[in-house]
DNA sequence: CGATAGTTTGATATCCTTCAAAACCTGTGG
DNA sequence: CCACAGGTTTTGAAGGATATCAAACTATCG
């Protein structure tokens, strides 16, 4: 039973036995954190590396007129940041949306396990490109797309995401979201978020309630959103 | 006379002498291209990294229904992207805008460079972080707020980084855009550009005419954006 | 079981887009 | 040096997507 880390990495980078028994030796000691903790305060100075085994938590950002902005996810198997600690503060928070299960790593055991497995390092270098190409996607999202062509993106997103650490059935996946948070997320009013999501789901494209979402029609759903999955740079093996 | 690259990175670590000739060895030879020339297209495979020495590129994509999204630029000392030739594809395509003055450096030169010398190593990695921030900006600009505020925005962040590698003369600075690109990375029409523009103008904050970008009044333009330059994490040196 | 957070509805306002066209530059060839 | 072509900027009028304001309704959690 892979670590959604190994799982993460290995969607990216073809990983031996022995890089992926370093991996899950970085995954421990775990800790189980309540929902709504906050991570990363924005300002703080970075110090170790964070690693989600379970949850989600969010980057986030307030604004000095009082409005929110969602920067980015983070789902089982992401890392906040492997270089984090470079700089001297923090430009955004981070914050656990469910409970959830983290791992502190040091920059120090980090470098060692980078320095002894190049496909390791390679991984984490491939997954730092696919985050910044995600956040392209959102630019492209927030300046470009409509309401539902975000909304939608933004789900098909997530759900390759979650299927790539192994957390989906089928179209269903866990979403700790409201549509506060939608809002947040796509630049959007909640009320504007919410006339959205029921065109959708009376559309019969998802269905989302209880924390959960089902995706219906994956299909109707890449189309409203224009979306090119290779952005992931997920790989498709065996 | 410092290269931009050096001005640049000296702006994030302190670099010894060592440090900077082994950058400027970085930027030879160094190749001349024609306004326009495309650097990188969009789906092919990444060989050599890019630097760009004189003049300003973009990072551009086409989306689907046509409509184009810049998602960045490169001004004297950028580098585009220093891990892309991991990737198989890029996902964007890069074009000089002006004339300009290149280098491309093979990845086995650059890592030697980067084992070589730990400061520049630093310097890179930071300075991918603050492509990042930057990034992360461009959402929250897209994302939440209004023409003036996105506008403000960016000139506020070009004028910085400008000034970072020593491009500026006071307020004045080159700036080869026409307002169609300013719409195109604003997520505005070019109607708007220009009435956003007039605004601006009339109220005596910035002027913009012949490739040159005059800020008037920084102070009123940073009130505009609310402007918080602490995410380009430049130091403030003796 | 009550309090609080989240969702839904309705009415109105606004920022930005779209469409159409004129005016203005900038550079190129005759 | 002028004329012309293409790209760029500017103007006007009208429409649409999303925001704002206000309030009711409904889950969820201690």
Known sequence: MDSPLVRK???FVELSRRDALELESLCRPSQRLPARTRLMEEGERPQDIFLLLEGWACRLKILP???????GYLIPGDICDIH???LEQMDHAIDLL???RVVRISPERMQA???????VRRAFEWSTLVDIAVLRQWLISASRRSAQARMAHFFLEMWLRMRQVGLTDDGQFAFPL?????GDTLGLTPIHVNR?????????????ARKRMTILNPDRLAELAQFEPDYLHI???G
Request: avoid cysteine.
């Open 98 to 100: 469910s409970v959830g």
């Open 9 to 11: 990495l290995n969607g």
């Open 65 to 71: 007129n009082g409005s929110r902005q969602i920067l």
């Open 84 to 86: 984090a600690y470079i």
């Open 178 to 182: 409201t549509q506060v948070h939608l």
């Open 113 to 119: 396990v980078l320095n002894d497995r190049p496909a």
């Open 196 to 208: 959205t999501l029921q065109q959708m789901r009376a559309e019969g494209i998802v269905s989302f």
């Open 235 to 237: 790989q498709r093996r």
